[in-house]
């Protein structure tokens, strides 16, 4: 038989093994989860307000919606022209370089904007000549066109393009044909010209109600055919829409290429509808072009445009 004293001792050892502190260790935990990355934004280079998954088209203006960039930094261009003073009605060829903002490398990859990579717009600086040409891009980056101006003087380039991952550009630049001495910082004085125009198989009439600067409204042009009267209904798409629009401020400070609201638009004619904003009062020149029987017709009007009471 135990002795009293000695069961007690054996008891106090057991009850001090019991509750002799044992190392904690906490069960292990999984590492934080990372943040899921943010969906894709894809948006309409013409309506930035309009958004949208990839593979879908801007219900006003039809084009493909492309991703929205995450820097709005301009990109740089470089123009060469061949011969570099070029004469009127002498063959020409412009080479473009698009070069990325942050690193200064040409850019190889361009974004298709209404069947074109890149929009290029001759115009003169006398708001009497324009043409709309589309620069072949080359493997090493470089874009080719030939152009031809009519008359001596000074003109305008007038680039559109959306670099893959950047923001839509409109960029400018001007040349002189050889030879020619006069003015160069000479704003024209152009007046309103509303009239009705016509360009061979279409007759053009602009509606544009009240116009005033900064404000957004709508410009219609009704198409009619010019033998017979009788509306035109048989426009076919040009650069993937029924009608392209160009506008530019007398001084060139305001510059930009609009395309129509498909929403309110005939599909194939006679209606043709664009959403514009002016930034400042002043004259503004309007290039319309609409495609009918394999032919683009080009016709120009000069708006007015006035402040907003």
Known sequence: MTPPGRRLSALALAAAAWISPVPFHAAAQPPPSASPEPAQVYLCPMHPDVRGRRGESCPKCGMRLVPAAADYTPYALDITLEPRALAPNQPGRVRLFVRDPATGAVVRRLEQVHDRVFHLFVVGRDLEYFAHVHPVLRKSGALDVDISVPRPGAYELIADFLPSGGAPQIVQRAF???????????????????????????????????????????????????????????????????????????????????????????????????QVLFPQPGMYRLWAQFQRAGRVATVAFTVPIREID
């Open 176 to 274: 002189v044909t050889r030879g020619y001495t006069g003015p160069l910082s000479v704003v024209p004085a152009p007046t309103a010209n509303l009239e009705d125009k016509t360009d061979g198989n279409v007759r053009v009439h602009l509606t544009s109600p009240d116009p005033r600067a900064r404000r957004e409204q709508l410009i219609t042009f009704e198409l009619r055919d010019p033998a017979t009267g009788a509306p035109v209904e048989d426009i076919e798409p040009f650069l993937g829409a029924n009608g392209h629009l160009l506008v530019v401020s007398a001084d060139f400070g305001a510059v930009f290429h609009s395309h129509p609201i498909a929403e309110i638009s005939s599909a194939h004619g006679p209606r043709v509808v664009f």
